[in-house]
Nanobody, 120 residues
Framework: QVQLVESGGGLVQPGGSLRLSCAASGSGFSINIMDWYRQAPGKQRELVARITSGGSTNYADSVKGRFTISRDNAKNTVYLQMNSLKPEDTAVYRC??????????????WGQGTQVTVSS
């Protein structure tokens, strides 16, 4: 069974930084794409950042220049470095992994989420 476990969320003041981690555990897969999503109460889920197996990255306009997504393939882990945090960044952040299975299939897994709260 594949699991994605997020960590690194918490309470931070505006202008502060947090680094989120998403570790994929299990066997029988390789990671194609790793994404970070977020969802705040009353808002739609938003794709924040994406990194491909080739290292290409994409960011939502709202976080460009402030957030950086990266991955450590040896650890099957993706990171989201969040700088210059704003109150509007407050949300539950959840990672999403597009996996290539050794059985020949392709499957998406979600983490359970980590809360990020930006408040003074």
């Amino acid at each position: 069974q594949v699991q994605l476990v997020e960590s690194g969320g918490g309470l931070v003041q505006p202008g502060g930084s947090l680094r989120l981690s998403c570790a994929a555990s299990g066997s029988g897969f390789s990671i194609n794409i790793m994404d970070w999503y977020r969802q705040a109460p009353g808002k739609q889920r938003e794709l924040v950042a994406r990194i491909t197996s080739g290292g290409s990255t994409n960011y939502a306009d709202s976080v460009k220049g402030r957030f950086t997504i990266s991955r450590d393939n040896a650890k099957n882990t993706v990171y989201l470095q969040m700088n210059s945090l704003k109150p509007e960044d407050t949300a539950v952040y959840r990672c999403n992994a597009d996996l290539l299975l050794q059985s020949g299939g392709r499957r998406t897994y979600w983490g359970q989420g980590t809360q990020v709260t930006v408040s003074s």
